[in-house]
């Protein structure tokens, strides 16, 4: 285990996550994915000005390329003649294809190859190094670093801009917010972000943690500040999980990372404690089963003073008037003779003093004001 190849990971996925957040509350989801690939035609024009694969330049003409990517698409969009998706479907393969194939004529022998580009080399990341305050470290480990605080401090100084803006434009236009300047903000964090990472991580992680732990924290929360803090969780769960999967598997650090992701969500997807799939098949189950519960408690008490209420409340009866099989009220009537709520004497069923108080609690629930002979039954 390579300790500085892990922090890598750590730092760059908390960087994607950190801006991910945002992007995914405004339903720009697929942004990530075409901003991660697009910067490729930025490096690749800031390498054939500077000639150097390590130039500052790179970085800059990546960022502005992002930017460009993230203009055009809303440009496209704002003709109202094709949807963003379908605007992203035109930027993203345009500006990717243009670098390739200028990767292909005009650099094929440099470090820019495709496999490098969509899965990174984040093993090999620590042998690129710089002298950082005295201390030798990893060159990726520090840009990255720098670019998490940056994303942090702005995030922090503009919280609630963001916050207003991702979740009702209409109060942030009313209050004065420029929702462009925060928006181009954010795609410039993004786009910065997605450079810095490009090289260690390659843009498939980079989707992944930009996308994947902020889809499974906004399914576990309730607020933006448990989101936040859910989606760092699944980060470093996920980014940790994968990274010792790999070096158990021998596999790819990025495709193991990615797919532990995309695993948790699907987890948490059917599991989540309020809207999650599985979660909400027993909360109907539940509802059912209750509902079930009251209506025989109800239909028990609307006979309860008539004089014919031993054939009323008998077995067959009720099958008869509530629809129900035999299976159904075994189960309905045994749970409330178990919850002291109903009695049986000779299969006919009486309420109990509980079972009287919990009819009483679900007519004024329900607000059932009286019932007459036959409503119920």
Not at 14 to 25: N, R
Not at 193 to 206: C, E, K, M, Q, R
């Amino acid at each position: 285990m390579n300790i500085e190849v892990l922090l890598i990971l750590i730092i760059a996925a908390l960087s994607c996550v950190s801006v991910g957040i945002f992007l995914m509350l405004r339903n720009l989801s697929m942004m990530a994915d075409a901003m991660s690939h697009t910067i490729l035609l930025g490096i690749v024009l800031g390498f054939f000005i500077s000639k150097s694969i390590h130039s500052p330049i790179l970085l800059v003409c990546g960022v502005l390329i992002g930017l460009l990517s993230s203009f055009a698409i809303s440009l496209l969009e704002k003709t109202k003649r094709m949807s963003e998706d379908a605007a992203i479907g035109i930027i993203f393969p345009l500006f990717f294809g243009s670098a390739v194939i200028l990767i292909t004529l005009f650099a094929s022998n440099v470090h820019l190859d495709l496999d490098s580009v969509l899965l990174g080399e984040v093993t090999f990341a620590p042998l690129s190094r710089m002298i950082f305050f005295g201390v030798s470290m990893p060159t990726s480990l520090v840009w990255l670093s720098g670019g998490l605080i940056l994303n942090v401090v702005c995030i922090t100084l503009f919280y609630k801009e963001l916050k207003i803006t991702s979740f009702d434009p209409v109060l942030a236009t009313i209050t004065g917010i420029s929702i462009v300047a925060i928006q181009y903000g954010l795609m410039g964090l993004v786009s910065l972000t997605s450079v810095l990472a490009f090289d260690a991580i390659g843009s498939i992680l980079v989707i992944a943690f930009m996308i994947g732990p902020a889809m499974s924290g906004r399914l576990v929360s309730n607020t933006l500040e448990e989101m936040i803090v859910a989606s760092i969780i699944f980060t470093l769960v996920n980014t940790v999980i994968g990274y010792f999967l790999s070096l158990f598997f021998d596999v790819s650090v990025a495709g193991m990372i990615a797919t532990v992701t995309g695993v948790t969500f699907l987890i948490t997807v059917c599991v989540a404690p309020e809207k999650g799939v599985i979660t909400q098949i027993i909360k109907r189950q539940t509802k059912k089963r209750l509902f079930e519960q009251e209506l025989l408690l109800l239909h028990l008490q609307s006979h309860e003073h008539e004089l014919d209420y031993a054939i009323e409340a008998g077995k067959k009866t009720i099958l008869f008037h509530l629809h129900w099989d035999e299976k159904k009220f075994a189960a309905v009537s045994e749970k409330l003779i178990v919850n002291n709520e109903i009695e049986c004497e000779n299969d006919v069923y009486f309420l109990t003093e509980k079972g009287s108080m919990h009819v009483e609690y679900v007519r004024a629930f329900y607000k059932i004001k009286h019932i007459k002979k036959g409503q119920i039954g």
